[in-house]
């Protein structure tokens, strides 16, 4: 009767779902992929997503305990559980929480992927003890987690942490977002391929990157010509890093925080990325910061499952901050997450 | 024996500095003001002002009794009680928590003008009820206090909260920290004064302005000015709210905040800036946070005893955050502040 107790999390993407079962100390149990067929209601997404894991769960629930539901996805409300309007989803407005609240009597918590990407970091990865720090996810765009004092701060509405839509350049490069210069259209997987364009109009160098066209250039090519010497992509690289070092300076005078944790594809580009963002970063912080605020790259993104993980762990997070509960603690802990909602 | 219960506020100004005690409903029962003699040791300011305050105290102790001692100060850190080499001072790295305490056996703590501003608003003012907003105060600088969820951002060390800090120009006005661009040198007494040079030197219209010097301009002049309808002075305000407004959507971006209060000299020019900030902040919000953020001017700063309100309250925000407590509360949470020195 010893069971195990997990969190089954849940990562949305525009392409495939992943779920997966994870116990408080970030081991994975179990997980699967469906298609999640965003021009779909989001109805149906969960009602496949239960039926296939249901049916395994079967297998399962005489060694491990369900306490738990978390659901990482884009333009997702923390407090209202709700999934907004996010770009590619035909899904419009959708109380992923209810739906849950349908197949499950757990609690459930839903926040987007940068939020998750934080308290993954911190119930297993590089944030585990820290208060202060802002973690960037470099994806096709740019998500911030901004945590202060141990929580995310989500804001008045759940909307707080967009770093990726501060403008960085007035009349700058235009933005999916409507406006114009935000710092994702200059730091992000498509934003450093945007670099390159600009600089091989500027420049005469030669460019193995000459030979691609806007639409097949990926931020994975840009870096593999400039881990093989191409000075275009390398300069790219530099254009980036100063970009984002320099908007995070004036994220540190805003919120002093202990570390900035890079996460995702354009993060293992090592330190192409991380050494130009240390130095512009350390450059223009106010002397009163300097040489306090670490730059690192996310050890939970080394895990194959790092997007189940983080889903999971805002389950965790809320139950017991990484520390083990015990059963009456976890009770009381679940009551008060139930009411939460 | 039923005496009130006050807080000992000390706001110490680089020219003078003022104390007074506040009970927790902002009455004010007792004020007085000493030279703070900014070149001489930071223990004989206090000296000074104990000796002062405990002739006076005598009269008062039977009706009063003193619970803490809230100081408001210029680079003033919560964590460690100190204050750390303000400008005008010649006190280098004080620790004003120990110096007290060599006085009291009572809480005391001390924090920087813009989060005593934001707290006494919390307790006092405009914000009271509101967990998210930021102050900005509009002095010969600018500061800022930041609250999520109900308290002050400190950070990881403390100085969190320094807006008026942010680059907003690359390359662009010379600061007093030593770095370019930084927002206060656009916005703040002294930088809608720059504003008013360049515009003078840019445009052909006449102008009450240019019979002052750089050195006699001040900010209520142009004030005064552009009420009485001088287009330049006018133009000062209008591009200092461009830069406040612009410059509040990045910081909206991070924090998503239900208010901004604007509290000190500048703010008291009511329309003439409120317009202007409110536009540019409005036009440059990502499309979630339009319609959202309110712009407010301080209702704190009304009361001519503001900083010493504002000092008084974070003892009083420490304590019960604005509720009334029984004594037995009162005594466990002073005991709690206690370990927190």
């Given at each position: ?9 849940i ?8 779920f997966g079962?994870?116990d ?7 997980k ?16 496949r ?6 049916s ?6 005489h060694e ?8 990482g ?7 209202t559980g709700t ?14 929480v209810?739906i ?6 757990l ?6 992927d ?8 911190m ?5 585990k ?14 998500g ?5 004092n141990g929580?995310v701060?989500?804001?008045s509405?759940g909307?707080?942490g ?9 009349n ?12 994702e259209t ?9 670099t390159?364009?600009e600089?091989?109009?500027v420049h ?11 639409d097949?250039?990926?931020?994975k ?11 275009i992509?390398?300069l790219a ?6 970009k984002l ?7 540190v005078?805003?919120?002093s925080?202990e570390?900035i944790?890079?996460?995702g ?5 090592g ?12 450059e ?11 730059v ?7 895990s194959?499952?790092a ?35």
């Amino acid at each position: 009767m010893n069971s195990t107790q997990v969190v089954l999390g849940i990562d949305i993407g525009g392409t495939n779902t992943v779920f997966g079962l994870v116990d408080e100390n970030g081991k994975t149990y179990y997980k699967r992929e469906i298609p999640t067929e965003a021009n779909l209601p989001a109805d149906l997404l969960f009602l496949r997503l239960f039926k296939a894991f249901n049916s395994d769960f079967k297998n399962l629930q005489h060694e491990l305990e369900l306490v738990g539901i978390g659901v990482g996805a884009p333009s997702a409300n923390f407090f209202t559980g709700t999934i907004e309007n996010p770009s590619n989803f035909n899904w419009g407005r959708v109380n992923v929480v209810k739906i849950i609240s349908e197949y499950y009597s757990l609690p459930a918590l839903v926040t987007n992927d940068a939020n998750i990407a934080a308290i993954g970091e911190m119930v297993y990865g590089t944030a585990k003890g820290l208060d202060n720090f802002i973690l960037i996810t470099l994806g096709t765009g740019l998500g911030s987690g901004i945590v202060v004092n141990g929580d995310v701060v989500y804001g008045s509405d759940g909307f707080a942490g967009e770093i990726g839509h501060t403008i960085v350049e007035e009349n700058g490069r235009h933005c999916n977002c409507g406006r114009k210069g935000c710092l994702e259209t200059y730091v992000s997987a498509s934003g450093i391929c945007r670099t390159v364009f600009e600089l091989l109009a500027v420049h005469n160098d030669k460019s193995i990157l000459r030979e691609f066209s806007f639409d097949s250039l990926t931020s994975k090519l840009i870096q593999q010509s400039a881990m093989s010497g191409d000075k275009i992509a390398n300069l790219a690289f530099e254009i980036t890093g100063e970009k984002l070092g320099k908007a995070l300076a004036n994220s540190v005078a805003h919120l002093s925080p202990e570390a900035i944790i890079l996460f995702g594809g354009l993060a293992l580009s090592g330190d192409l990325l991380i050494t130009p963002v240390k130095k512009h970063l350390e450059e223009n912080l106010l002397s009163i910061y300097k040489g306090k605020v670490k730059v690192m790259t996310s050890s939970l993104m080394e895990s194959e499952n790092a997007a189940l993980l983080g889903a999971a762990s805002i389950i965790w997070k809320e139950l017991g901050g990484g520390k083990t509960l015990s059963n009456s603690e976890l009770k009381t802990k679940n009551a008060n997450l139930h009411q939460l909602k």
